[in-house]
């Protein structure tokens, strides 16, 4: 089992950035691929980017190459996502969503691959 807690969420202008923080429980973490997925308003749970239990893949949704940036420290249990140059159609719930996999460098973008979520965390980005 995996617990996952969302952090650093919030306003900000349009250009701006914000790190978010995903902490985990539980001592299986480094065997987890972790992605990020958003929903805003309306719309579908989408896949913003993943990284492999490894940390030696990633894999970014075409909106967000460029400005966003995952890494993980499994000594830590927390996996991070830097969000540079946002946008105002950044805004959503950023949600962090863990799947435990023997692959070192699987990096699953379906959310129906991921067994455990958050509670996610609200990025508002102003125009």
């Known amino acids: 089992q995996v617990q996952l807690v969302e952090s650093g969420g919030g306003l900000v202008q349009a250009g701006g950035s914000l790190r978010l923080s995903c902490a985990a429980s539980?001592?299986?973490?480094?065997?987890?691929?972790m992605g990020w997925f958003r929903q805003a308003p309306g719309k579908e749970r989408e896949f913003v980017v993943g990284i492999s239990r490894s940390a030696r893949t990633s894999y970014y949704t075409n909106s967000v190459k460029g400005r966003f940036t995952i890494s993980r420290d499994n000594a830590k249990n927390t996996v991070y996502l830097q969000m540079n140059s946002l946008k105002p159609e950044d805004t959503a719930v950023y949600y962090c969503?863990?799947?435990?996999?023997?692959?070192?460098?699987?990096?699953?973008?379906?959310?129906?691959?991921?067994?455990?979520w958050g509670q996610g965390t609200q990025v508002t980005v102003s125009s």
């Open positions: 539980g001592r299986t973490f480094s065997s987890c691929a």
């Open positions: 969503a863990a799947v435990e996999t023997g692959q070192f460098s699987w990096v699953p973008r379906s959310l129906y691959d991921y067994a455990y």
